[in-house]
């Protein structure tokens, strides 16, 4: 693939990425307009801890400012039909939230009754509060908490509980820092027969030593190498660094039209909400340079 066509697909990749923020940048949501286009995806975390009113509260101001908040509806730390019921039709009321994403969340042990995403689904309550539309975790590179190589295989099992439950689905992944690991697992979902959109989930602009501290803690372990490997490669060890290695390699590897017509960018930006939208926006308009051998890119906002 030559620069130009690369570079192109680079920027067509991330035109439609939506974006993670959590209950704790509430009062950063007004500065968000000055960078994200007005009816973007805004993920809010489900951070240990928070309160649904928290939930409730950022999703309100988000949609105020235009844009579709999905909040993260972590099932462990629901107390029981009643707490989900009244959160929901809040979130709904409120802030006319008609999509979610479904996850067990990081609580070792549910408050109430519900220990996966799947035993929330079969509930119904979803769709009696007005969502349509869910969001399931994918992990590229396994799920810490599942036996090795099973992770692939009970998300194909959650997309199959959401069509027979009526909900149309898509997949969300966990953050990786290596494009072919990624390109390795978007080929697994589709030898299962897996055709659900999929966005695939790449960190934001932060240090090193930030992304490595979030890959420990959330099990991304093995695409770590690649990281190191990179950010030393483009000397920016003390420096912001942003996921061009993944973006280009998986630019240059969906080669498969349908896939590509499927595959969507989410970010995590651990470095801010901020500094990821400028960077994004850089990529979104072409202000980047790729490297000489297309491994990567360099945008003036890193």
Known sequence: MTDSPLK???TSLAREASIETSTRNIAEVAS???FLRRGTDVYITWLPGATRQHLVSMATRLRAAGFNPVPHIAVRELAGEAYAAELLVRLAGEAAVDQVLVIAGDTPVPVGPYACSSDFIATGLLQRHGVRRIGLAGYPEGNPRLPVGNADEVLAQKLSLAVQSGLDAWIVS???FDGETIL???DRLRLRGVNAQVRVGLTGIASLKTLLAY???CGVV???RALRTNAISLTRLVTKIGPDQPLAALAAGLTDPDLLARVRL???PFGGVVATARWLNAVKEGRFVLAADGS???TAEV
């Open 8 to 10: 192109a697909a680079i």
């Open 222 to 224: 093995a695409s770590t």
């Open 266 to 268: 989410h970010f995590y």
């Open 184 to 186: 390795a697992w978007l």
């Open 32 to 34: 968000y307009s000055d």
């Open 296 to 298: 990567g890119f360099v």
């Open 174 to 176: 966990q953050f990786c």
């Open 215 to 217: 890959a420990m803690r």
